[in-house]
Nanobody
Framework: QVQLVESGGGLVQTGGSLRLSCEVS????????MAWYRRAPGKEREWVAS???????AYADSVKGRFTIYRDNAKNTVTLQMNYLKPEDTAVYYC??????????WGQGTQVTVSS
């Protein structure tokens, strides 16, 4: 079964940095990782950032200027560099991808905890 696998979460102090990575578990898959979402405790899942195959990137206002998304089309991975982390960034972060028919796939999530 093809999966999106996230890594890089953990515990960090306010102002610190983390780098999340997402890759497809099966190299022959047509799934393309393209975006990050997050779900904070007691809240709905929200979009964080997206990266199109052509290079365009978009960010939620809450992370703009602090987070950077990278998409490596050759390696079929997407990475989220998170700097100047705040306690309100604490959440489970999910990678989202899709295939050529626009079917969406989600990873299991990776926990990010920012201590004050």
């Amino acid at each position: 079964q093809v999966q999106l696998v996230e890594s890089g979460g953990g515990l960090v102090q306010t102002g610190g940095s983390l780098r999340l990575s997402c890759e497809v578990s099966r190299s022959t898959s047509s799934i393309k990782p393209m975006a990050w979402y997050r779900r904070a405790p007691g809240k709905e899942r929200e979009w964080v950032a997206s990266a199109a195959a052509g290079g365009a990137r978009a960010y939620a206002d809450s992370v703009k200027g602090r987070f950077t998304i990278y998409r490596d089309n050759a390696k079929n991975t997407v990475t989220l560099q998170m700097n100047y982390l705040k306690p309100e960034d604490t959440a489970v972060y999910y990678c989202k991808g899709s295939n050529a028919r626009s079917v969406e796939y989600w990873g299991q999530g990776t926990q990010v905890t920012v201590s004050s």
